[in-house]
């Protein structure tokens, strides 16, 4: 399901959001009026709220899922997602007019044969009406609004398609010679090695200022604790060898083999003093919620202290403030913990954040200074190294620059408008200057003949596209039901 998601999911993108800004529109609190099934109007073609709510709902899945479940509501706010997600419909539905407009089509018959060609319908490598619906359930998604999605997809691919430029020859060899254009260098290589920074306590503490929230305590737990544990009493043996017998399961070693008891004797033994310990622990929580009793000691523990397991943090941080946990093993004795206070990450003080805010300082200003070396150095580079033609790709040409360290100074220098600079990568900077350069190489120019088409013919369509959205913003009338409030 994971692995073709992207064909169960309405398109809501097309290639020209990389080039159309957004600026027709204005976020907030989201308000339906007498078109409340509508979000918005593109000349003849509604936006519905139902598409607008389903497209919302994917991207943040998409967006969740990549920074590891974290994504909250206020922050895909911040991050503008359902504003991408209006704009993204509105092309989407200018491209529509457009379509309609030409007499740009899509049977029935185009849509079941997309349907039917989706891995995830298939069941042994042919399509299965049964896992069709069934994954459409599990997506809660009909029938009916999945196919028309389909068709939608379809029609603006269709109708992009057409648009699609070819490449002409003088073009492929003006793409070829900005892909592949050769220079000869004449370079330097600087190592912070090379670089003594002296601490200031007052620019220190400037950084530190212009840098707090850099600089954040991690949240931290207010944690009211009562300690019980085992009594100090000889274990009977008899009733050693019965728990082992009963959870051997939880005594192997790094192989997973179990162990035998006389290896995990002592072991076993902690274990049955717990369960011992367990109703004394029960009557202490009891005491505790009644307020019969008193908390041992209060604690302030970073969230993740490695005296609580996974598992009690994992209850901690789902537990609202007052609240009182049922006794949980800590070791080799039960806590009963009351959650009193949770304490949200601040910026930490000078004193506090010395040491990490004295690297961050050093490694900063070493990088200033390494690269004022280099670009000074620039000027001069007579009795520097004298490089052959190199290219985007000839990363095994600039010793002593590792192929990684050369790969990220070309793409830096063929970007780069000057003939000659510095340029930092880690911890060197490489000074540089253009001494020749030869526009196209014809050789590489055979050799990637096909790349350098399709990179062309992409940028013209995208090109064609951005000025396309252009025309048909001007032509069809937008209308946007959403309104900010805020």
Same mark, same amino acid.
Request: proline share 4%.
């Given at each position: 399901m994971q692995k073709h998601r992207k064909y169960l999911v309405i398109t809501i993108w097309i290639s020209t959001i990389a080039f159309v800004g957004a600026g027709f529109v204005g976020w907030g609190t989201y308000q339906y009026g007498s078109k409340s099934k509508n979000v918005a109007k593109v000349g003849d073609v509604p936006v519905t709220y139902a598409a607008f709510e389903s497209a919302y709902g994917n991207l943040y899945q998409q967006y969740n899922q990549a920074m590891g479940g974290r994504l909250d509501e206020a922050t895909a706010k911040r991050m503008g997602?359902? $504003?991408?997600?209006?704009?993204?419909?509105?092309?989407?539905?200018?491209?529509?007019?457009?379509?309609?407009?030409?007499?740009?089509?899509?049977?029935?018959?185009?849509?079941?044969?997309?349907?039917? #060609?989706?891995?995830?319908?298939?069941?042994?490598?042919?399509? +299965?009406?049964?896992?069709?619906?069934?994954?459409?359930?599990?997506?809660?998604t009909k029938p009916k609004i999945f196919e028309s999605s389909i068709k939608d997809e379809l029609l603006i691919k269709k109708t992009i398609g057409l648009l699609t430029p070819g490449v002409a020859p003088l073009e492929l060899e003006a793409f070829g010679a900005a892909l592949f254009m050769a220079d000869k260098l004449r370079y330097k290589v600087f190592t912070s090695d090379q670089i003594k920074v002296t601490v200031d306590e007052k620019?220190?503490? #400037?950084?530190?200022?212009?840098?707090? #929230? +850099?600089?954040?305590?991690? $949240?931290?737990?207010?944690l009211a604790i009562t300690w019980i544990a085992p009594k100090n009493e000889s274990i009977d043996d008899k009733e050693i060898e019965e728990y082992y017998k009963s959870h051997r399961t939880e005594f192997t070693d790094k192989e997973g083999k179990i162990l035998p008891l006389e290896k995990v004797r002592d072991l076993v033994a902690k274990k049955v003093a717990l369960k011992h310990t367990k109703k004394e622990a029960e009557l202490a929580y009891i005491a505790l919620k009644k307020g019969k009793a008193s908390p041992q000691e209060t604690i302030v523990a970073d969230a993740g202290d490695?005296?609580? #397991?996974?598992?009690?943090?994992?209850?901690?941080?789902?537990?609202?403030?007052?609240?009182?946990?049922?006794? $949980?093993?800590?070791?080799?004795?039960?806590?009963?913990?009351?959650?009193?206070?949770m304490i949200l990450p601040k910026p930490k003080s000078f004193e506090e954040a010395y040491s990490q805010v004295k690297a961050d300082y050093i490694s900063k200003k070493r990088e200033e200074l390494l690269l004022a070396l280099a670009k000074k150095a620039?000027?001069?580079?007579k009795d520097a190294k004298l490089s052959d033609y190199v290219t985007r790709d000839d990363a095994d040409k600039l010793p002593p620059l590792s192929k990684d360290e050369a790969t990220r100074f070309l793409q830096q220098l063929f970007s780069s408008k000057s003939q000659k600079g510095a340029i930092l990568i880690g911890n060197k900077a490489v000074s540089y200057e253009v001494v020749e350069q030869k526009l196209l190489d014809s050789d590489k120019l055979t050799q990637y003949k096909t790349f350098i088409e399709q990179n062309a013919k992409k940028i013209k369509s995208d090109l064609l596209q951005s000025r396309l959205i252009e025309r048909l913003q001007q032509k069809y009338p937008i209308e946007i039901y959403i309104k900010e409030t805020e």
């Open positions: 997602l359902k $504003k991408r997600v209006l704009q993204s419909l509105v092309y989407q539905a200018l491209i529509k007019n457009f379509a309609k407009e030409h007499g740009i089509i899509v049977s029935d018959e185009e849509v079941q044969k997309e349907i039917v #060609s989706i891995p995830a319908f298939q069941k042994n490598g042919h399509f +299965d009406k049964s896992t069709y619906l069934a994954t459409l359930k599990n997506m809660r620019e220190l503490k #400037s950084w530190w200022e212009k840098h707090k #929230s +850099d600089y954040m305590t991690p $949240k931290r737990y207010k490695s005296r609580f #397991s996974p598992d009690i943090w994992k209850a901690i941080e789902s537990a609202a403030p007052g609240t009182l946990l049922k006794p $949980k093993v800590t070791g080799d004795r039960y806590a009963v913990i009351q959650v009193a206070e620039s000027d001069d580079l």
